[in-house]
Structures are given as structure tokens and as C-alpha cells.
């Protein structure tokens, strides 16, 4: 299933602008694991909204994987 993304603030700059809409493949994490070099979208955990994020490092622990995510901007 595909559907889109709209890209708020300047966290993923100069990848992504503010505006810009990029697309969503819901699908392939059901079936693959997110890579370093993906972006993806989430859910933010303390508000009520989505984020786009970079995915920075993987660690695998066990059958367990966890993610560090960031934004691209480092200004």
C-alpha cells in the first residue's frame, strides 16, 4: 500500500524541505527490517503526530532490533 508524507520543519534538510512530499511504502517492513540509510515515519512519542526520521545505526540484540533515528540537519 502506498500513500504520502508531508515533511514539516527542517530536521531533514537539505534532503528533504519543508513542503516536500515523499512517499510511504507501508508494506515493505512487514516483510524487511529497516536498513541504515532508510527514512522512515513514526509515530512521535510524546505528541500526537508523525516523523519523518533517518535511520542512523542499527544494534541487534537477541531477536530484538533497536534503531537510533535522526534528522539529517545539523545546524
Do not use: T
Not at 513514526?42 to 516523523?51: F, G, N, T, V, W
Amino acid at each position: 500500500m502506498i500513500s504520502y508524507f508531508r515533511v514539516r520543519g527542517q530536521s531533514m534538510e537539505p534532503l528533504c524541505k519543508e513542503g516536500d512530499f515523499v512517499l510511504l511504502d507501508k508494506l515493505s517492513y512487514l516483510i524487511f527490517r529497516p536498513r541504515v540509510g532508510d527514512m522512515v515515519v513514526l509515530s512521535h512519542p510524546q505528541e500526537d503526530r508523525l516523523i519523518l526520521k533517518y535511520v542512523m545505526r542499527e544494534k541487534v540484540a537477541g531477536n530484538n532490533s533497536f534503531y537510533w533515528l535522526e534528522g539529517v540537519n545539523k545546524e
